[in-house]
């Protein structure tokens, strides 16, 4: 049975300097104390991991033409796969949990949207005990499951508006779900039966909305340019400039540093490609220019024993 939601707004070149003052720089050039993995989509090469500080890479998942989506628990023990399975007479979509190190399966299950979508995604809650399903049809709304794929609820759209194909959802800290809902940033707590305005976002260009692992800041881009906000839509501040574009950004697991895609550029008619660079998230503006000098403390992600900056074309996450 579906959940009604109640929308009841409370308007309530390659590397550039990286300081000592970062706890130093390993033998590649990165501060110590850039962690964890970022995995991004490029190409016809799959899903790509780049492991930091080392700056090391490898395959994730080497064969992608039917993958939906790919997530990772934010201990990176775990790994969720949403599958395209459909054959003729079904719309399946296949979510795979499995251990991130082994490959060995934890749960497996066949999952069929309102709308009959086979391009379903799908987000595991940081406590790993939920799943976030959404699709590109407004019908089937947004939809929460257990990580056995045990049904909990849907929400259908707001203030009876359905989603959009624009709007973004995620998961915050406490299993709260971060969502916009046309221009407006919002936030809705368990049990899922109101919305808490975050910010009116009155800007005729703005997108790849992200937060951190913490739960206290958000990024997206703005214009041509990201920015940078507290989650209580505060401190609203512009973080890049160059005489491109940048776009999907992506905070480190610590909240520490920022990825973003420098030298965004349409590369196919309804795909885009990027630059990996990384910034500090201190609030301070960062040239990211790809041919003009960047400012200091800005790295261009480049692969250990390679020399050219590291490029995504798709869905990217830090974990």
């Known amino acids: 049975m579906k959940k009604a939601l109640f929308f009841a707004l409370a308007f309530t070149f390659l590397f550039s300097s990286c300081s000592k003052d970062d706890g130093g720089n390993n033998s590649n050039g990165f501060p110590s104390d850039l ?4 995995y991004y989509k490029w190409a016809t090469e799959g899903i790509i991991k780049v492991s930091l500080p080392s700056a090391t890479g490898g395959s994730f998942i080497s064969d992608d033409t039917k993958v939906n989506s790919y997530d990772v628990s934010r201990d990176g023990q775990l790994r969720l796969i949403a599958v395209n399975a459909s054959t003729v007479g079904n719309d ?11 490959g060995s399966v934890v749960n497996q299950f066949i999952y069929q949207s309102p709308a009959r979508n086979r391009f379903c995604k799908g987000q ?15 019908d089937d709304g947004i939809t929460i499951l257990k990580a ?11 203030g009876g508006v359905p989603f959009d194909i624009h709007d973004m959802k995620m998961w915050l800290p406490n299993n709260e779900l971060l ?5 407006n940033i919002l936030r809705i707590p368990p049990p899922y039966t109101s919305a808490s305005l975050i910010k009116q976002m009155d800007y005729a260009d703005w997108g790849h909305l992200t937060v951190n692992h913490q739960g206290t800041k958000l990024a ?3 214009a041509n340019h990201i920015h940078t906000m507290d989650i209580d839509g505060n401190n609203l501040k512009q973080v ?13 697991p610590d909240s520490k540093y920022l990825m973003i895609g420098s030298n965004y550029r349409q590369s196919s008619v309804m795909g885009h490609s990027w630059d990996m660079k990384i910034i500090p998230n201190d609030g301070e503006q960062y040239n990211v220019d790809p041919f003009a000098a960047n400012s200091p403390r800005v790295i261009s ?12 074309s798709g869905q990217v996450i830090w974990k």
């Open 220 to 222: 997206m881009y703005i």
């Open 301 to 312: 992600v480049v692969l250990s024993g390679q020399e050219k900056i590291v490029s995504g």
């Open 240 to 252: 890049t400039t160059s005489n491109s574009k940048e776009a999907r950004p992506v905070f480190s």
């Open 92 to 102: 399946n979509v296949q979510f795979t949990l499995s251990n991130n190190a082994t």
């Open 179 to 183: 969502l916009t809902h046309g221009n």
């Open 35 to 38: 962690t964890g993995t970022i």
């Open 148 to 158: 056995n794929g045990e049904f909990v609820l849907r929400i259908d759209g707001l």
């Open 124 to 138: 595991l809650s940081p406590d790993k005990t939920l799943i976030l399903v959404e699709s590109n049809d407004k």
